[in-house]
């Protein structure tokens, strides 16, 4: 199915005074050392007028460019597929890597599509399944469960035209990349809060009926933090989905942004909220949280952000696996 008419009414606005960003630049996004970053911001814009299938191609040259380029990333990526997926001949592993690095840098340029095309054009591309699941649960407090996908700021931004909803973002030192990454994440009217803000407007607003993608699978250290599997690796992973399900009474819905081939677009899959969730223990709703994002990404597991250092937390304070 594709992207429906938006629901949402002038009662989906939320409380002012939950702080969210907003898209104003500031005087200093505006000096000297950010000229070259307006430069490519222009250049990005341009990518917008392309064709979906063309900016593509030109974005999986990108990917590879920057796999063959960024050491570091390549080297990471590396050691999180050869945990993950050790089963895998060093063939199979090196294939996924190079799918991985492609799709990364198509997602790069559709950054642009997403901020500038028109709306019209962004719908055409954009495929929601289970859409009317989704639909029937307003009136209920929603999590959205959004794994760190190269699709997740697409997926994020379209799935707002459908109710009020809100996330939670790291903010990037360079305002100019913050404009360009906002732009599009705010396109449908999702409101953002900035990940130093904390947990209390989070509650706040799910408890105003607004809905949360929330994307909780990074390694933030041991604080609020177990150690459960993630495709048979312990991993260090946060309780707070649990919690926050359990505070406003939420339900959760597992989230799925996938880039289509070519010039195809975007498919977002809505899944059933899920049964007996939280269950009061936090060891138990984590390792949950972490079999429902390990099932939909074994569907495309190269769309994974496997360039984050998913595993530098390890148990017993054992070294980090990226040296």
Same mark, same amino acid.
Not at 205 to 214: E, S
Not at 246 to 254: D, F, G, I, Y
Not at 280 to 308: C, K, S
């Given at each position: 199915?594709?992207?429906?008419?938006?629901? *949402?009414?002038?009662? +989906?606005?939320?409380?002012?005074?939950?702080?969210?960003?907003?898209?104003?630049?500031?005087?200093?996004?505006?000096?000297?050392?950010?000229?070259?970053?307006?430069?490519?911001?222009?250049?990005?814009?341009?990518?917008?007028?392309?064709?979906? #299938?063309?900016?593509?191609?030109? !974005?999986?040259?990108?990917?590879?460019?920057?796999?063959?380029?960024?050491?570091?990333?390549? *080297?990471?990526?590396?050691?999180?597929? @050869?945990?993950? /997926?050790?089963?895998?001949?060093?063939? @199979?592993?090196?294939?996924?890597?190079?799918? $991985? &690095?492609?799709?990364? !840098?198509?997602?790069?340029?559709?950054? #642009?599509?997403? #901020?500038?095309?028109? @709306?019209?054009?962004?719908?055409? *591309?954009?495929?929601?399944?289970?859409?009317? =699941?989704? =639909?029937?649960?307003?009136?209920?407090?929603?999590?959205?469960?959004?794994? $760190?996908?190269? !699709?997740?700021?697409?997926?994020?931004?379209?799935?707002?035209?459908?109710?009020?909803?809100?996330?939670?973002?790291?903010?990037?030192?360079?305002?100019?990349?913050?404009?360009?990454?906002? %732009?599009?994440?705010?396109?449908?009217?999702?409101?953002?809060?900035?990940?130093?803000? !904390?947990?209390?407007?989070?509650?706040?607003?799910?408890? =105003?009926?607004?809905? /949360?993608?929330?994307?909780? +699978?990074?390694? &933030?250290?041991?604080?609020?933090?177990?150690?459960?599997?993630?495709?048979?690796?312990?991993?260090?992973?946060?309780?707070?989905?649990?919690?926050?399900?359990?505070?406003?009474?939420?339900?959760?819905?597992?989230?799925?942004?996938?880039?289509?081939?070519?010039? %195809?677009?975007?498919?977002?899959?809505?899944?059933?909220?899920?049964?007996? /969730?939280?269950?009061? +223990?936090?060891?138990?709703?984590?390792?949950?949280?972490?079999?429902?994002?390990?099932?939909?990404?074994? $569907?495309?597991?190269?769309?994974?952000?496997?360039?984050? *250092?998913?595993?530098?937390?390890?148990?017993? $304070?054992?070294?980090?696996?990226?040296?």
């Amino acid at each position: 199915m594709s992207a429906s008419r938006s629901t *949402k009414s002038k009662a +989906d606005i939320p409380d002012q005074s939950l702080s969210f960003l907003t898209l104003r630049h500031t005087k200093s996004s505006y000096a000297p050392r950010y000229w070259p970053s307006w430069v490519w911001l222009f250049l990005w814009r341009l990518m917008a007028l392309l064709p979906l #299938a063309l900016s593509r191609a030109v !974005g999986a040259a990108l990917g590879l460019l920057m796999m063959v380029t960024n050491a570091k990333r390549r *080297k990471i990526a590396r050691i999180n597929l @050869e945990m993950c /997926f050790p089963k895998l001949s060093l063939r @199979e592993r090196e294939r996924l890597l190079r799918r $991985h &690095f492609i799709v990364s !840098g198509q997602s790069y340029f559709d950054l #642009a599509y997403l #901020a500038w095309a028109s @709306e019209r054009r962004i719908l055409r *591309k954009t495929h929601i399944r289970g859409l009317e =699941q989704y =639909q029937d649960l307003r009136g209920r407090n929603i999590i959205l469960l959004a794994p $760190h996908c190269v !699709g997740m700021n697409f997926g994020g931004a379209v799935i707002a035209r459908e109710r009020a909803q809100f996330s939670m973002v790291k903010l990037q030192r360079n305002p100019v990349v913050n404009a360009l990454l906002n %732009r599009g994440r705010m396109r449908f009217g999702c409101f953002l809060l900035s990940r130093q803000q !904390g947990l209390r407007p989070v509650i706040r607003g799910l408890k =105003q009926g607004l809905a /949360f993608y929330y994307l909780p +699978d990074e390694d &933030f250290g041991q604080r609020q933090s177990v150690f459960v599997p993630f495709f048979g690796v312990p991993t260090a992973t946060l309780t707070t989905l649990g919690r926050l399900a359990r505070l406003t009474n939420a339900l959760v819905v597992p989230c799925f942004t996938r880039l289509l081939p070519g010039g %195809r677009g975007y498919e977002v899959i809505l899944k059933p909220p899920l049964e007996d /969730f939280p269950n009061g +223990d936090r060891t138990h709703d984590a390792a949950r949280m972490n079999a429902v994002i390990e099932e939909g990404l074994r $569907h495309m597991p190269e769309q994974y952000l496997w360039t984050f *250092k998913l595993f530098k937390t390890r148990p017993g $304070h054992a070294p980090s696996p990226y040296g």
